[in-house]
């Protein structure tokens, strides 16, 4: 049996919604999807309305969505070496700071120029300047979270993911601020780029399976 999509994503919210807007939301969609109101897809209306009524029922209570937004793959990851409270100002870091990239010679390019190219596995050890970011984007997750909290989170994270784009904590971290921030399509397109070279990660897993699109269903 296929795991039910995220709760957030059904009701076309975002994790940081108001219970009253949850409850707006809710007599649109339910509008929406009324069997009454799609008799040419009657089947599917029903499904919709018995998915919507089970996240509404879960999201309207306060113990139940607590026990939901907590669970162990709405956690942000945080590396061992990495902590919140050693943060060094992203500002120090600049691309003027970074050693420059020292040019092939005529040799290098002639036996590159021959080789059989290999797919190598992406770049997961982070920069010095990749751990910055990281601990920059766990500083601000770790305060109460609103929009510009996650946003500026997801510029740091964002940051890390591309310095070291095999680093499952850094691409999770930025799968879960758009999560987070309601790009879910955004969010799914991370968790998807770790499966890629890691198909193991039961966190991971999990959020591809909520996130999947209504058409994989």
Same mark, same amino acid.
């Given at each position: 049996? +296929?795991?039910?999509?995220?709760?957030?994503?059904?009701?076309?919210? %975002?994790?940081?919604?108001?219970?009253?807007?949850?409850? #707006?939301?809710?007599?649109?969609? /339910?509008?929406?999807?009324?069997?009454?109101? &799609?008799? $040419?897809? #009657? *089947?599917?209306?029903? %499904?919709?309305?018995?998915?919507? =009524?089970? /996240?509404?029922?879960?999201?309207?209570?306060?113990?139940?969505?607590?026990?939901?937004? =907590?669970?162990?793959?709405?956690?942000?990851?945080?590396?061992?070496?990495?902590?919140?409270? @050693?943060? +060094?100002?992203?500002?120090?870091? @600049?691309? #003027?700071?970074?050693?420059?990239?020292? !040019?092939?010679?005529?040799?290098?390019?002639?036996?590159?120029?021959?080789?059989?190219?290999?797919?190598?596995?992406?770049? /997961?050890?982070?920069? !010095?300047?990749?751990?910055?970011?990281? @601990?920059?984007?766990? %500083?601000?997750?770790?305060?109460?979270?609103?929009?510009? =909290?996650?946003?500026? *989170?997801?510029?740091?994270? $964002? *940051? +890390?993911?591309?310095?070291?784009?095999?680093?499952?904590? *850094?691409?999770?971290?930025?799968?879960?601020?758009?999560?987070?921030?309601?790009?879910?399509?955004?969010?799914?397109?991370?968790?998807?780029?770790?499966?890629?070279?890691?198909?193991?990660?039961? &966190?991971? &897993? #999990?959020?591809?399976?909520?996130?999947?699109?209504? +058409?994989?269903?």
């Amino acid at each position: 049996m +296929a795991e039910p999509r995220d709760y957030y994503l059904l009701m076309e919210l %975002t994790p940081l919604v108001k219970e009253a807007d949850i409850r #707006k939301q809710y007599k649109v969609l /339910a509008k929406k999807y009324h069997p009454d109101l &799609n008799r $040419d897809r #009657k *089947a599917w209306a029903e %499904t919709k309305m018995k998915e919507l =009524t089970e /996240a509404y029922d879960v999201l309207t209570d306060r113990e139940k969505r607590k026990t939901y937004d =907590t669970q162990p793959h709405f956690q942000f990851r945080q590396p061992k070496g990495i902590h919140k409270s @050693s943060v +060094a100002d992203p500002s120090e870091f @600049s691309v #003027k700071q970074m050693p420059k990239e020292k !040019k092939p010679g005529f040799w290098e390019k002639f036996i590159k120029l021959i080789t059989v190219p290999q797919e190598e596995p992406p770049k /997961a050890e982070l920069s !010095k300047e990749g751990m910055s970011r990281m @601990s920059m984007g766990l %500083t601000f997750v770790g305060k109460v979270l609103d929009e510009g =909290t996650l946003e500026m *989170a997801r510029i740091e994270f $964002d *940051a +890390a993911a591309k310095d070291a784009p095999g680093n499952k904590d *850094a691409v999770y971290n930025l799968g879960l601020v758009m999560y987070k921030l309601g790009r879910f399509e955004e969010a799914l397109l991370s968790f998807r780029q770790i499966q890629r070279f890691d198909q193991k990660d039961p &966190n991971v &897993n #999990k959020m591809c399976e909520i996130l999947r699109p209504e +058409a994989e269903q």
